[in-house]
């Protein structure tokens, strides 16, 4: 078994204001019914906030901490905007207290500065990829992701991501540059049956042992 250090992580609790309640589905519907089997139990989790939609254009922001979240694999950053409002975004990979981020159509190209895809010169690395015009961060947000700028053509943009697989985006579409946090979250062992109990995984157990009833593989 293998465990995180958290040698980023500053701060050992949320900033209340930014959590809520997060009830568990054990994996069923509105009416009651499994839709995703293996699920249930866990370690209860409080939700926390994080802001996808970047709304607030050209105002600066420092970051406060660098948290654990335990509903995602990155890391993520407490940030104070100038105006006084106290946020939750993802943190990037060299994301320290004290640094400064902000939103702009003309932001410098450092880590952590977000603004149109369509402004940011090829070769550079992005996360929190905007696949729609206005409908905020969808892609690239696991810990230690990253797409890569290929080219600019016309209305669009080439991005290449860890898949390998290549889209394009339109260039007034928003992208923050840098890789997400917590590169090494792919090098964890479990270890042991327990330690996936606490994150809310039950067995997984073969359809042909099941009853026919239950699998179609069931009998």
């Not at 989790?45 to 994080?50: A, D, E, K």
């Not at 697989?165 to 260039?171: A, F, N, P, W």
Request: with cysteine.
């Amino acid at each position: 078994m293998s465990v995180n250090a958290f040698a980023e992580i500053t701060a050992d609790k949320p900033f209340k204001k930014l959590t809520t309640n997060r009830k568990s589905s054990g994996g069923r519907n509105a009416t009651g019914r499994t839709t995703s089997r293996f699920r249930g139990a866990g370690h209860k989790r409080r939700l926390r906030i994080v802001d996808f939609k970047f709304h607030k254009k050209d105002i600066p922001s420092t970051v406060q901490t660098i948290e654990y979240d335990p509903n995602r694999s990155a890391f993520i950053a407490l940030v104070l905007d100038a105006d006084g409002e106290h946020r939750y975004v993802l943190a990037h990979s060299q994301m320290k207290v004290g640094d400064t981020i902000i939103t702009s159509d003309d932001a410098k190209l450092i880590s952590g500065n977000r603004l149109k895809i369509g402004n940011i010169p090829t070769g550079l690395f992005v996360y929190n990829v905007e696949l729609v015009i206005g409908k905020g961060a969808q892609a690239v947000r696991s810990a230690g992701a990253s797409a890569q700028i290929v080219s600019q053509e016309g209305e669009y943009t080439q991005i290449k991501l860890n898949s390998g697989e290549v889209r394009l985006v339109h260039k007034a579409c928003f992208a923050t540059l840098g890789i997400v946090s917590n590169i090494d979250h792919n090098q964890i062992v479990i270890g042991k049956a327990g330690r996936s109990r606490w994150k809310g995984r039950r067995p997984h157990v073969l359809g042909s042992s099941m009853n026919p009833v239950d699998h179609p593989h069931g009998g």
